[in-house]
Protein backbone atom coordinates (compact mmCIF):
# COMPACT_ATOMS: atom_id res chain seq x y z
CA UNK A 1 0.00 0.00 0.00
CA UNK A 2 3.05 2.62 0.79
CA UNK A 3 4.31 1.64 -2.80
CA UNK A 4 1.24 2.28 -3.93
CA UNK A 5 0.56 5.63 -2.23
CA UNK A 6 4.12 6.69 -3.30
CA UNK A 7 3.46 6.02 -7.03
CA UNK A 8 -0.08 8.12 -6.83
CA UNK A 9 1.64 10.66 -4.97
CA UNK A 10 4.58 11.17 -7.81
CA UNK A 11 1.36 11.50 -10.28
CA UNK A 12 0.34 14.07 -8.53
CA UNK A 13 3.50 16.24 -8.31
CA UNK A 14 3.88 14.98 -12.50
CA UNK A 15 0.69 16.97 -12.74
CA UNK A 16 1.10 19.98 -10.37
CA UNK A 17 4.62 20.53 -11.80
CA UNK A 18 3.29 19.87 -15.78
CA UNK A 19 0.36 21.36 -14.84
CA UNK A 20 0.39 23.87 -18.21
CA UNK A 21 1.32 21.34 -20.00
CA UNK A 22 -1.64 19.09 -18.45
CA UNK A 23 -4.54 21.25 -19.19
CA UNK A 24 -3.01 21.37 -22.96
CA UNK A 25 -3.57 17.60 -23.18
CA UNK A 26 -6.73 17.95 -21.47
CA UNK A 27 -8.23 20.46 -23.52
CA UNK A 28 -6.74 18.50 -26.71
CA UNK A 29 -8.91 15.57 -24.94
CA UNK A 30 -11.81 17.39 -24.64
CA UNK A 31 -11.78 19.15 -27.55
CA UNK A 32 -11.13 15.75 -29.35
CA UNK A 33 -14.18 13.86 -27.73
CA UNK A 34 -16.86 16.34 -27.39
CA UNK A 35 -16.41 16.65 -31.22
CA UNK A 36 -16.89 13.11 -31.23
CA UNK A 37 -19.55 12.60 -28.78
CA UNK A 38 -21.86 15.68 -30.63
CA UNK A 39 -21.36 13.85 -34.10
CA UNK A 40 -22.98 10.24 -32.30
CA UNK A 41 -25.60 12.91 -30.46
CA UNK A 42 -26.76 13.98 -33.78
CA UNK A 43 -26.47 10.88 -35.15
CA UNK A 44 -28.92 9.76 -32.59
CA UNK A 45 -31.50 12.98 -32.66
CA UNK A 46 -31.29 12.23 -36.92
CA UNK A 47 -33.23 8.37 -35.73
CA UNK A 48 -35.41 9.41 -33.10
CA UNK A 49 -37.03 12.16 -35.40
CA UNK A 50 -36.33 9.75 -38.91
CA UNK A 51 -38.61 6.95 -36.79
CA UNK A 52 -41.16 9.66 -34.79
CA UNK A 53 -41.52 10.93 -38.65
CA UNK A 54 -42.14 6.90 -39.94
CA UNK A 55 -45.03 7.04 -37.35
CA UNK A 56 -48.69 8.52 -38.33
CA UNK A 57 -49.55 9.28 -42.02
CA UNK A 58 -47.32 7.32 -45.21
CA UNK A 59 -49.99 8.05 -47.92
CA UNK A 60 -52.29 10.52 -48.51
CA UNK A 61 -55.00 9.13 -51.21
CA UNK A 62 -57.41 12.08 -52.74
CA UNK A 63 -60.43 10.70 -54.02
CA UNK A 64 -62.29 12.14 -56.84
CA UNK A 65 -65.85 13.56 -56.63
CA UNK A 66 -69.03 11.97 -57.48
CA UNK A 67 -69.96 14.55 -60.33
CA UNK A 68 -66.00 13.88 -61.27
CA UNK A 69 -66.77 9.91 -61.82
CA UNK A 70 -65.68 9.30 -58.91
CA UNK A 71 -67.73 7.37 -55.75
CA UNK A 72 -70.13 8.57 -53.29
CA UNK A 73 -69.64 8.61 -49.44
CA UNK A 74 -70.87 5.02 -49.04
CA UNK A 75 -68.56 3.40 -51.73
CA UNK A 76 -65.86 5.08 -50.61
CA UNK A 77 -65.87 3.86 -47.37
CA UNK A 78 -66.67 -0.10 -49.44
CA UNK A 79 -63.35 0.97 -50.94
CA UNK A 80 -61.36 2.48 -47.49
CA UNK A 81 -62.31 -1.73 -46.22
CA UNK A 82 -61.16 -3.14 -49.64
CA UNK A 83 -57.63 -1.34 -49.38
CA UNK A 84 -57.48 -1.96 -45.11
CA UNK A 85 -57.66 -5.27 -45.94
CA UNK A 86 -53.59 -4.97 -47.94
CA UNK A 87 -51.36 -6.81 -46.09
CA UNK A 88 -49.05 -3.96 -46.62
CA UNK A 89 -51.85 -1.66 -45.12
CA UNK A 90 -51.48 -1.04 -40.67
CA UNK A 91 -54.23 1.76 -40.72
CA UNK A 92 -56.09 3.48 -42.47
CA UNK A 93 -58.32 6.39 -41.71
CA UNK A 94 -61.48 8.07 -43.81
CA UNK A 95 -61.24 11.96 -44.11
CA UNK A 96 -64.67 13.03 -45.21
CA UNK A 97 -64.96 17.13 -46.78
CA UNK A 98 -66.48 18.28 -43.58
CA UNK A 99 -63.20 16.78 -41.51
CA UNK A 100 -61.04 18.14 -44.29
CA UNK A 101 -62.38 21.51 -44.66
CA UNK A 102 -61.34 21.90 -40.18
CA UNK A 103 -57.86 20.35 -41.30
CA UNK A 104 -57.37 23.24 -43.90
CA UNK A 105 -58.80 26.01 -41.24
CA UNK A 106 -56.34 24.52 -38.70
CA UNK A 107 -53.37 24.52 -41.69
CA UNK A 108 -54.09 28.20 -42.46
CA UNK A 109 -55.58 30.04 -39.58
CA UNK A 110 -53.10 32.68 -39.87
CA UNK A 111 -54.84 33.34 -43.61
CA UNK A 112 -58.46 33.88 -42.38
CA UNK A 113 -58.93 35.52 -45.91
CA UNK A 114 -57.63 32.64 -47.30
CA UNK A 115 -60.08 30.18 -45.62
CA UNK A 116 -62.92 32.46 -46.12
CA UNK A 117 -62.65 32.27 -49.52
CA UNK A 118 -62.59 28.81 -50.31
CA UNK A 119 -65.59 26.84 -51.10
CA UNK A 120 -65.23 23.61 -48.33
CA UNK A 121 -67.38 21.40 -51.21
CA UNK A 122 -64.14 21.70 -53.89
CA UNK A 123 -61.87 20.05 -50.68
CA UNK A 124 -61.31 16.29 -51.39
CA UNK A 125 -62.40 13.34 -49.22
CA UNK A 126 -59.33 11.21 -48.47
CA UNK A 127 -58.42 8.38 -47.11
CA UNK A 128 -54.94 8.81 -44.67
CA UNK A 129 -52.76 5.57 -44.76
CA UNK A 130 -50.30 4.20 -42.23
CA UNK A 131 -48.46 1.22 -43.72
CA UNK A 132 -46.71 -1.59 -41.78
CA UNK A 133 -43.52 -0.73 -43.33
CA UNK A 134 -42.48 2.35 -44.69
CA UNK A 135 -40.02 1.02 -47.04
CA UNK A 136 -43.43 0.07 -49.18
CA UNK A 137 -44.59 3.38 -49.93
CA UNK A 138 -43.55 3.25 -53.31
CA UNK A 139 -45.16 -0.07 -54.47
CA UNK A 140 -48.64 0.87 -52.20
CA UNK A 141 -48.65 4.45 -53.78
CA UNK A 142 -48.71 2.44 -57.07
CA UNK A 143 -51.25 0.02 -56.60
CA UNK A 144 -53.57 2.90 -55.83
CA UNK A 145 -52.90 5.30 -58.52
CA UNK A 146 -54.65 2.50 -60.57
CA UNK A 147 -57.63 2.88 -59.25
CA UNK A 148 -60.24 5.02 -61.10
CA UNK A 149 -62.06 6.80 -57.85
CA UNK A 150 -58.42 8.12 -57.00
CA UNK A 151 -57.43 11.96 -58.06
CA UNK A 152 -54.15 12.11 -56.39
CA UNK A 153 -51.52 10.09 -54.26
CA UNK A 154 -49.20 11.68 -52.21
CA UNK A 155 -46.44 10.01 -50.00
CA UNK A 156 -43.91 11.14 -47.52
CA UNK A 157 -41.31 8.12 -47.86
CA UNK A 158 -39.58 10.18 -50.26
CA UNK A 159 -38.09 12.40 -47.60
CA UNK A 160 -37.98 9.46 -44.76
CA UNK A 161 -35.65 7.52 -47.64
CA UNK A 162 -33.53 11.19 -47.98
CA UNK A 163 -33.49 11.23 -43.73
CA UNK A 164 -32.05 7.15 -43.61
CA UNK A 165 -29.40 7.90 -46.28
CA UNK A 166 -28.23 10.79 -44.45
CA UNK A 167 -28.12 8.62 -41.04
CA UNK A 168 -26.17 6.36 -42.83
CA UNK A 169 -24.06 8.51 -43.95
CA UNK A 170 -23.53 10.28 -40.13
CA UNK A 171 -23.21 6.79 -39.14
CA UNK A 172 -19.86 6.41 -41.10
CA UNK A 173 -18.93 10.16 -40.89
CA UNK A 174 -19.20 9.70 -37.21
CA UNK A 175 -17.06 6.23 -36.58
CA UNK A 176 -14.29 7.91 -39.00
CA UNK A 177 -14.16 11.21 -36.69
CA UNK A 178 -14.21 8.95 -33.41
CA UNK A 179 -11.10 7.06 -34.51
CA UNK A 180 -9.69 10.14 -35.77
CA UNK A 181 -10.19 12.30 -33.04
CA UNK A 182 -9.63 9.23 -30.97
CA UNK A 183 -6.35 8.53 -32.64
CA UNK A 184 -5.47 12.28 -32.02
CA UNK A 185 -5.47 12.49 -28.09
CA UNK A 186 -3.65 9.30 -27.77
CA UNK A 187 -0.74 10.99 -29.58
CA UNK A 188 -1.36 14.20 -27.60
CA UNK A 189 -1.27 12.49 -24.29
CA UNK A 190 1.61 10.36 -25.91
CA UNK A 191 3.65 14.07 -26.62
CA UNK A 192 2.53 15.02 -23.25
CA UNK A 193 4.17 11.95 -21.60
CA UNK A 194 7.00 12.95 -23.68
CA UNK A 195 7.70 16.07 -22.43
CA UNK A 196 7.18 15.53 -18.45
CA UNK A 197 9.77 12.39 -18.96
CA UNK A 198 12.44 14.88 -20.62
CA UNK A 199 11.40 17.18 -17.70
CA UNK A 200 12.77 14.84 -15.32
CA UNK A 201 15.38 12.96 -17.29
CA UNK A 202 17.71 12.96 -14.85
CA UNK A 203 15.59 11.63 -11.74
CA UNK A 204 14.05 8.91 -13.84
CA UNK A 205 17.94 8.21 -15.09
CA UNK A 206 18.94 7.84 -11.52
CA UNK A 207 16.02 5.50 -10.84
CA UNK A 208 17.54 3.43 -13.25
CA UNK A 209 21.16 3.23 -11.90
CA UNK A 210 19.62 2.23 -8.16
CA UNK A 211 17.77 -0.67 -10.01
CA UNK A 212 14.20 0.48 -10.32
CA UNK A 213 12.15 -1.40 -12.61
CA UNK A 214 10.76 0.05 -15.87
CA UNK A 215 6.96 -0.21 -14.57
CA UNK A 216 7.59 1.33 -10.93
CA UNK A 217 8.86 4.13 -13.39
CA UNK A 218 5.95 3.70 -15.59
CA UNK A 219 3.58 3.39 -13.31
CA UNK A 220 3.33 7.32 -12.21
CA UNK A 221 3.69 8.73 -15.98
CA UNK A 222 0.69 6.07 -16.79
CA UNK A 223 -1.35 7.46 -14.21
CA UNK A 224 -1.32 10.72 -15.20
CA UNK A 225 -1.99 9.69 -18.68
CA UNK A 226 -5.21 8.34 -16.97
CA UNK A 227 -6.42 10.90 -15.04
CA UNK A 228 -5.36 13.41 -18.09
CA UNK A 229 -8.32 11.24 -20.38
CA UNK A 230 -10.95 10.65 -17.54
CA UNK A 231 -10.90 14.94 -17.05
CA UNK A 232 -10.97 15.15 -20.86
CA UNK A 233 -13.49 12.75 -21.60
CA UNK A 234 -15.86 13.65 -18.60
CA UNK A 235 -15.49 17.33 -19.35
CA UNK A 236 -16.46 16.57 -22.92
CA UNK A 237 -19.84 14.21 -22.16
CA UNK A 238 -20.83 16.76 -19.53
CA UNK A 239 -20.39 19.44 -22.33
CA UNK A 240 -22.60 17.52 -24.52
CA UNK A 241 -25.25 16.57 -21.65
CA UNK A 242 -25.77 19.79 -20.92
CA UNK A 243 -25.70 21.84 -24.36
CA UNK A 244 -28.58 18.49 -24.98
CA UNK A 245 -30.69 19.57 -22.02
CA UNK A 246 -30.78 23.04 -22.99
CA UNK A 247 -31.65 22.01 -26.61
CA UNK A 248 -34.88 20.29 -25.41
CA UNK A 249 -36.33 23.59 -24.47
CA UNK A 250 -36.16 23.99 -28.24
CA UNK A 251 -38.71 21.56 -28.26
CA UNK A 252 -41.36 23.41 -27.53
CA UNK A 253 -41.19 26.09 -30.01
CA UNK A 254 -40.31 23.60 -33.14
CA UNK A 255 -42.75 20.95 -32.97
CA UNK A 256 -41.83 19.35 -36.18
CA UNK A 257 -38.51 18.70 -34.34
CA UNK A 258 -37.85 16.55 -31.47
CA UNK A 259 -34.80 17.21 -29.10
CA UNK A 260 -35.07 14.84 -26.34
CA UNK A 261 -32.62 12.09 -25.78
CA UNK A 262 -33.74 9.36 -23.57
CA UNK A 263 -31.00 9.86 -20.67
CA UNK A 264 -29.96 5.81 -20.93
CA UNK A 265 -28.32 7.37 -24.05
CA UNK A 266 -25.71 9.59 -22.33
CA UNK A 267 -25.25 6.62 -19.61
CA UNK A 268 -23.89 4.23 -21.68
CA UNK A 269 -22.10 6.43 -24.40
CA UNK A 270 -21.00 8.94 -21.11
CA UNK A 271 -19.44 6.09 -19.66
CA UNK A 272 -18.03 4.16 -22.98
CA UNK A 273 -16.13 7.53 -23.73
CA UNK A 274 -14.78 8.31 -20.29
CA UNK A 275 -13.35 4.45 -20.76
CA UNK A 276 -12.00 5.20 -23.43
CA UNK A 277 -10.58 8.30 -22.42
CA UNK A 278 -8.83 6.52 -19.61
CA UNK A 279 -7.65 4.14 -22.42
CA UNK A 280 -6.24 6.30 -24.74
CA UNK A 281 -4.26 8.64 -21.38
CA UNK A 282 -2.76 4.80 -20.95
CA UNK A 283 -2.09 4.17 -24.27
CA UNK A 284 -0.79 7.21 -24.81
CA UNK A 285 1.79 6.98 -21.76
CA UNK A 286 2.75 3.60 -22.68
CA UNK A 287 3.47 4.77 -25.96
CA UNK A 288 5.56 8.06 -24.37
CA UNK A 289 7.57 6.16 -21.81
CA UNK A 290 8.67 3.07 -24.27
CA UNK A 291 11.14 4.88 -26.71
CA UNK A 292 13.05 6.79 -23.68
CA UNK A 293 13.11 3.50 -21.61
CA UNK A 294 14.64 1.49 -24.33
CA UNK A 295 17.36 4.18 -25.15
CA UNK A 296 18.25 4.54 -21.33
CA UNK A 297 18.93 0.82 -21.08
CA UNK A 298 20.96 1.00 -24.36
CA UNK A 299 23.22 3.55 -22.74
CA UNK A 300 24.86 1.19 -20.39
CA UNK A 301 25.62 -1.37 -23.27
CA UNK A 302 26.93 1.37 -25.20
CA UNK A 303 29.10 2.41 -22.76
Do not use: C
Amino acid sequence: MSRLAFLAREALINLRRNALVVTGAVLAVFISLTLAFGALVLNELLRINTLAWQEGTHIAVFLNDPAQGGLDPAGQRALMDQIAGWEQVKNIRYVDKAEAYEEFKTLFSDRPDFVAAIDPSILPASYRIELTDISLYKDVGYQLKLLPAVREVRSFGQQIDQLSSLSRVLNVLGLGLALLLGGSAVILIANTIRMAIYARRDEVSIMKLVGASNWFIRVPFVLEGLIEGVVGAGLAVLTVWVASQNLRGVSNSIQLLRFNIDDAFFLRWGILLVLFGAAAGVLGSLLGLSKYLREAENKPAAA
